[in-house]
């Protein structure tokens, strides 16, 4: 700095310096430059002096100037964009799960020293900084996170890209546990505002509900049209998708509902205040909640108006805005492809259909010729519950000529099914986008496939089973159309941001380069011979759960044992992740501990951490959430067990957290039941930050256990072929509880109100529903989970075999980096290749 410098307290920088005042030519590339740009912005849009900011007023400071930085490059982007016509990927998402943004807006952009010495010559701790960002509540798990690892990898791959979603206003809901139950909190994420988006209400578009169509005559032509009911404004707001190190800025275009016409004076001022705002409040309710509880009529509708809101919107808006006047519509499929990310944004379909047909007037055969070339699917679940399907009362209610496009979209293709296979009216059903039972509706799946240009799964397992057993008739009639493409993270984020210090070591092995080129850890292979380098690895990870032992001490009062396993399964709470079988393996060492079975001295020490939400209105899971906090809660507290066991459960499990819990991670949980698990992403990320999985062959677990070979990789249970055989049979789960001791004492355990005060009603529904239902047949491969278990501890117990092992894990993974997915996606379904 000059010697004009002028220092306020604590050697700060004050307002009044003059770099503060200079005008500003270019992006803050040196230290000099960040001064003053983030002096401006704590003047002139935060409207504080330095000496007078809060910790919050700073952050947005140094926030914006960071953006700032990125302007330059985004608005040039689009520019380029519009003005070449390249082809672009138009990514629809219900949620982008995306994580702080400060950290990996500073990496991609390169200026993480000049904005750490920036802070330090203004007497700020960017530390201090870093803790004041909130982060953005736009998701709920695994499809969330993908969508945003993908367009991270899209920028840094120069591919021209808009992501597409809502602007929830809450979010999913902030997890709180009252006695041991969760209780659901609004996720007000938004209360201070993100100084990382860009309104822009002059871009908005107007969404339509209700209402009727007609028919009228078009210069000798009959058309349809629809006539609606009501409507809502759909605001956009950008968000910018740095590429890493490459110049390139993406963006992400989340929108906001907003009324029409918001307030009404005439009735306001005769004193019905509530009459006034209604049609407000009603808009608004549309991106106010990701994924609103459904099991009421009116959650349903909620859900379908979110789902065409955004998808009509984008549609709207890329057609409006980035393609050319004069460009052939005929050739949109030269401009655009549309990904739809599971069945949520699938409305899109009869939406562009509506759009051509009824508004740019062209002839059916053209329109659907157009679309069936302009749309790509992605299945996500093999699950028959998760395939969508909207009843037809509410779509003609809600959305009527959209109902009678997925109608003579049907009668269509079931003509050329018919011309196919001849009148097999079995078929004939099985194929029918619109279901009959068990009432009349629209499946969403099946629209999907039948307009996509593309199906394709998420793992090598899942695609099969997606064409062989959910969807074997439309893979049969669509030779060709099924595809694979396996799921992958960013390095970025997951690597380099999670793990500093084993990117550090990477990096001192390999060199550079390596974040963008993940195939290159293979060269990691080596190092696993080397006494030194297994002894920096085993640093980095005492090192990394230092970091989280610091972190949930802060932020959930929790401590961390030193010298144990940390032993971890993060997921969404579902029956089918299988947590309830994790839970009985705790359960099963306690029990043999407490009844003097096992001597405490002889088990390896293990912490087990959890983190998972559980659907509002999804009953069994919640009552699971508690029974692992009451487990937790007894067996931390027993001294019996010596220190030897841990039940740690942080609450409001997000991003943020997982960036310090998964590179402490020892072992990996993965352990659903062959054949339900579609991919899969949280597998990749421990692996790659050096934990060991359990698993099943499930999902991507079959891939990455190939990968890293059998002696890396704790396999268990059954496979997918033997799961179908055992239902075949005719699974009594009660059988297998009858058979097995060790399950049997652990089962009564939980029954006999051990972990419940003695109350043995409070958790008999989660004991019941496993004896006799227990769809996902956790009592089937509990032997064998128990088993597998017992080689975890013997393996740990070489501390320098678990060491290779995990770097092996870490040096074979790099096939899992979503760049690599996305150069899948390009090859196989997009081709949109780099635009500069």
Known sequence: MSEETVTGPNGALEATHPLALAP????????????????????????????????????????????????????????????????????????????????????????????????????????????????????????????????????????????????????????????????????????????????????????????????????????????????VRAVPYNYMVPGYLNGRVNTLRLWSAQATNSFDLRVFNSGDYEEAVRAQTYAENISKVLYPEDSTPQGKELRLQQQYFFVAASIHDFLDHMVADDFGLENLADRVIFQLNDTHPVIAVPELMRVLVDEKKLEWDAAWAITQKCFAYTCHTLL???????????????????????YRINEEFLLEVRERFGDDEIRLRDMSIIGEFPERSVRMAYLATVAGAKVNGVAELHSQLLRDKVLPDFNEFFPGKFTNVTNGITPRRFIRLANPELSELITSALGTGWLTDLERLRGLESYAEDPDFRAAFREVKAANKRVLSDVLRARDGFEVSDGHMLDVMVKRLHEYKRQMLKLLHIVTVYEGIVSGRVDAASVQPRTFIFGAKAAPGYAMAKRIIHLINAVGSVVNADERVQGRLKVLFPQNYNVTLAE?????????????????????????????????????????????????????????????????????????????????????????????????????????????????????????????????????????????????????????????????????????????????
């Not at 395939?387 to 959209?402: A, D, F, K, N, Q």
Request: aromatic share 12%; with cysteine.
């Open 660 to 836: 310090r819990l998964i590179p402490a991670a020892d072992l990996s949980e993965q352990i659903s039941l062959a054949g339900k698990e579609a991919s899969g992403t949280g597998n990749m990320k421990f692996a790659l930050n050096g934990a060991l999985t359990i698993g099943t062959d499930d999902g991507a677990n079959v891939e990455i256990r190939q990968l890293v070979g059998d002696d890396n990789f704790f396999l268990f249970g059954m496979a997918e072929p033997e799961v179908e055989a055992l239902w075949a049979r005719g699974y009594k789960p009660a059988e297998f509880y009858q058979h097995d001791e060790s399950l049997r004492r652990a089962m009564d355990l939980i029954a006999s109100g051990a972990f419940s005060g003695g109350d043995r009603s409070v958790f008999e529904p989660v004991v019941s529903n496993l004896l006799y239902d227990d769809r996902f047949m956790v009592l089937a491969d509990y032997a064998s989970y128990i088993e597998a278990q017992a080689k975890v501890d013997a393996a740990h117990a070489d501390e320098d075999a678990w060491t290779r092992s995990a770097i092996l894990n870490v040096a074979r993974c790099g096939f899992f980096s979503s760049d690599r997915s996305m150069r899948d996606y390009i090859d196989r379904i997009w081709h949109t290749p780099p635009a500069f």
């Open 24 to 231: 500003v030519t270019g992006p803050a590339s040196n230290v000099d430059g960040f001064v003053r740009q983030f002096l401006r912005n704590l003047n002139y849009e935060r409207g504080v002096p330095l000496s007078a900011s809060s910790p919050n007023d700073q952050y947005f400071a140094f926030a914006m100037t960071v953006r700032d930085y990125l302007m330059a490059r985004w608005l040039e982007d689009l520019r380029r964009q519009r003005v070449t016509q390249s082809k672009s990927v138009c990514y629809l998402s219900a949620e982008y799960l995306l994580g702080r943004q400060l950290d990996n807006n500073l990496l991609a952009s390169g200026l993480t020293d000049i904005a750490t010495e920036a802070m330090a010559q203004c007497g700020i701790d960017i530390e201090e900084l870093r803790a004041q960002e909130v982060e953005p509540g736009l998701g709920n798990g695994g499809l969330g996170r993908l969508a945003a690892c993908f367009i991270d990898s899209l920028a840094t791959m120069s591919v021209p890209n808009i992501g597409y979603g809502i602007r929830y206003e809450y979010g999913i809901f902030r997890q709180t546990f009252v006695d041991g139950q969760q209780v659901e909190q609004p996720d007000a994420w938004l209360e201070l505002g993100s100084p990382w988006e860009f309104p822009h209400p002059e871009f908005a578009q107007t969404i339509s509900f209700g209402g009727h169509t007609e028919t009228y005559d078009d210069e000798g032509v009959t058309r349809s049209r629809w006539v609606p009911s009501w409507n």
């Open 384 to 406: 028959p519950e998760a395939l969508e399907v909207w009843s037809v009362e509410l779509l003609g209610r809600l959305l009527p000529r959209h109902l009678e496009i997925i």
